[in-house]
Structures are given as structure tokens and as C-alpha cells.
């Protein structure tokens, strides 16, 4: 299960994910942020409370990171120490703005 909780202040969006990004749940997150970019500059993706990423989430994330790319920035922070390895695992933690 994933949680989504939006905040939007302005062009700057922060999404605060809470639960399990997979292939179960990976749709409903990049339904979330199709829904939202689109007049964003900024994205921050919250993930203190996200238990597990799977291949499929950090897809989602790379696929956000490609848009903001384009259209401003993105950064991912309170990343937990097992997600933090799965970044560092994977070389996101070289793709990723992580704060």
C-alpha cells in the first residue's frame, strides 16, 4: 500500500510517500505525478516514512527526474537507510538530488 499526501506552494510540489513503491503501487504514483507536473518547476519527493523500493518505483522516480529535468528541478529527501542503499545500490544516488 501507498500512501500520497500533495502539497502544492506555487510552482513547488511535495509529495510525501508513505508505505511500499512497487509494482503494485508504482501506477498510482506516476498517475499522481502526470496529474501534477504539469505546471511545476519544482519537485520534492518526501520519503521518510517509504518502507521499500522496488525496481518498478525506481522507474516512476526516474521518469519524474527526466521530466524536471526539462522543466526545473527535483529532489528527494529524508530518505531511510535501507531506501538510501537501494539508491546507492542501484548508482540513483548519482542521478538523484538527495537532501
Known amino acids: 500500500m501507498l500512501n500520497i499526501q500533495k502539497t502544492i506552494d506555487g510552482s513547488c510540489a511535495t509529495l510525501v510517500l508513505e508505505g511500499r513503491l512497487d509494482s503494485v ?11 501534477t507536473l504539469d505546471d511545476m518547476t519544482e519537485l520534492v519527493l518526501d520519503l521518510e516514512k517509504l518502507e521499500y523500493l522496488s525496481s518498478a518505483g ?4 526516474l521518469s ?10 527535483m529532489k528527494v529527501t529524508n530518505v531511510c537507510d535501507t531506501v538510501m542503499e537501494i539508491f546507492e545500490v542501484t ?3 548519482d542521478i538523484l538530488t538527495i537532501e
Request: aromatic share 4%; hydrophobic share 35%.
Open 58 to 61: 525506481l522507474r516512476v522516480l
Open 25 to 35: 503501487t508504482s501506477e498510482e504514483l506516476e498517475n499522481e505525478l502526470v496529474e
Open 64 to 73: 519524474a527526474q527526466k521530466i524536471m529535468n526539462k522543466k526545473g528541478s
Open 91 to 93: 548508482g540513483f544516488s
